[in-house]
């Protein structure tokens, strides 16, 4: 199995980056564990990924303690072609990754865009929890299908001559670098970011510069990745709220799956709008304006 990237907010708050590889990877809070959490958190073996002849699968190992994959209980599921999941086990938060998809020369310490947005998942895991438990057993099936939240990005560089390009990929790696940062705030610069990094790239790759675009492509990829866990945890707490009718959770939640969805014309960003203006709606025969 490929080496796999652990990208770890305990329960504490503090921040830690460590790898494993092998046919079985452990996490829990046993001496042998390959990803050791505190005793408090986990089960001596909480979660065990193996590698099978489809591929990766992560296994649930204590079933009766508290711990979800990208939003959801489970038992067993395969891992994608980039490993990407979170998982929660008690209060603290997991981020997997394949090593191959990680960018170079990466801190081994997660900067302050990461642990925004880790926090904010885990955030978003414990109401889907909590909800799951106050509503009916079965998910609501009425939002219509997590639509494509980067199709329409464009990735060519849009100069030729290799002096222009040189300073096109710089400024475009740039203003990618500050809508990253700014994407935990507003969550429209997450595909300004993306954006930014794969036109840095294209560019690079024709200057030659290989390492800088390689860097891009993974800066970009990352982003990618985050900003569609983001969406698909908002995305699932959203039909739990609505079912329990927790209408202040629907509304923070609405207006972030807006902002990623903005300028979209398809049958989610369509359902979004209805959701939004009966919240508006609720909201103003409640306050009677």
């Not at 990929?169 to 990253?180: E, L, V």
Request: charged share 25%.
């Amino acid at each position: 199995m490929e080496p796999l990237s652990f990208e770890i907010c305990h329960a504490d708050g503090r921040p830690e980056r460590t790898s494993a590889q092998g046919a079985r990877v452990v996490i829990g809070s046993g001496a042998h564990c390959d990803v050791r959490l505190a005793a408090d958190q986990a089960a001596f073996e909480h979660v065990a990924i193996e590698e099978l002849a489809a591929g990766p699968q992560i296994r649930n190992l204590a079933p009766a303690a508290p711990s979800t994959l990208d939003g959801v209980p489970f038992a067993a599921r395969a891992l994608g072609p980039s490993g990407l999941a979170c998982l929660i086990i008690g209060n603290t938060q997991i981020r997997i990754l394949r090593e191959a998809r990680v960018a170079p020369a990466r801190s081994t310490t997660l900067g302050p865009v990461m642990i925004a947005k880790l926090l904010v998942v885990a955030g978003l895991v414990g109401a889907i929890v909590k909800v799951s438990v106050m509503g009916p057993d079965a998910p609501s099936t009425s939002s219509p299908p997590m639509p494509e939240l980067f199709a329409k990005i464009s990735t060519d560089c849009p100069r030729k001559d290799l002096a222009e390009a040189r300073t096109i990929a710089d400024d475009q790696r740039a203003i990618a670098d500050g809508a990253r940062d700014r994407s935990p705030f507003d969550p429209r610069e997450s595909r300004a970011a993306v954006k930014g990094y794969e036109i840095a790239a294209a560019c690079y790759r024709i200057t030659h510069q290989v390492e800088a675009g390689e860097i891009a492509a993974q800066a970009a990829l990352r982003v990618r990745e985050e900003t569609t866990l983001d969406f698909r945890a908002r995305r699932v707490r959203l039909d739990r709220v609505l079912l329990v009718n927790d209408y202040d959770l629907a509304a923070q939640d609405v207006a972030v799956l807006s902002a990623l969805t903005e300028g979209q014309q398809g049958a989610y960003s369509r359902w979004l709008a209805g959701i939004a203006q009966d919240l508006k709606n609720r909201n103003t025969v409640e306050h009677g304006k």
